[in-house]
């Protein structure tokens, strides 16, 4: 199955067909006449205490990043400047996000393969992440990462 959905758009018409162990968070802004602020507390905001912050930049727009699922790991990214999009596959549905809006973030779980591309110019992405990094966490290769699915399900 394939589905395609704007992380700025309604967060409950993106439900009508969530897929598994992703979904969008929503934070808080402030807005005043000097701008808008936004901030993020671990197991307040995100459901998980935040171990690793990490984020892209200097991007090429023909670039194409991901590519690999995690055993363990949770995280929430957001695209606090530009856009790209985030293709996010639980190895049954394959589901596009396009992010947009730094208010707005995707949760993915683990067991979930990612894949990254459509970056626009100056596209930041900021990872809030569950773990340390741990390259023994990835799959890195979409055969095992849906036979693991496969023996897990
Ligand atoms: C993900 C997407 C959104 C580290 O040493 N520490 C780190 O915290 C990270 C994230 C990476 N690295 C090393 C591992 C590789 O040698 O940096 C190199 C590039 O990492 P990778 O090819 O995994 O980068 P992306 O952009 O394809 O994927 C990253 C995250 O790895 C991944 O968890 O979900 O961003």
Redesign the pocket.
């Known amino acids: 199955m394939n589905n395609s959905f704007e992380v700025d758009c309604d967060v409950k018409s993106q439900l009508d067909t969530p897929p598994l162990g992703t979904r969008t968070i929503q934070l808080p802004v402030i807005t005043d006449p000097r701008g808008d602020l936004t901030f993020v507390e671990g197991g307040r905001h995100v459901p998980f205490d935040i171990k690793?912050v990490?984020y892209?930049y200097n991007v090429p727009v023909d670039s194409v990043?991901?590519?690999?699922a995690?055993r363990d790991?949770e995280?929430v990214?957001f695209a606090l400047s530009g856009s790209f999009r985030m293709t996010v596959d639980d190895g049954t549905t394959r589901t596009e996000y396009h992010l947009r809006d730094p208010r707005k973030g995707l949760y993915?779980n683990s067991m979930i393969w990612?894949e990254?591309d459509l970056f626009s110019q100056g596209a930041v992405?900021m990872?809030l992440a569950s773990r340390p990094?741990d390259?023994a966490d990835?799959f890195r290769n979409y055969d095992e990462f849906l036979t693991a699915v496969r023996e897990k399900s």
């Open positions: 690793r990490y892209l990043r991901g590519g690999h995690h790991l995280q990214v993915i990612r990254m992405c990872v990094y390259e990835y």
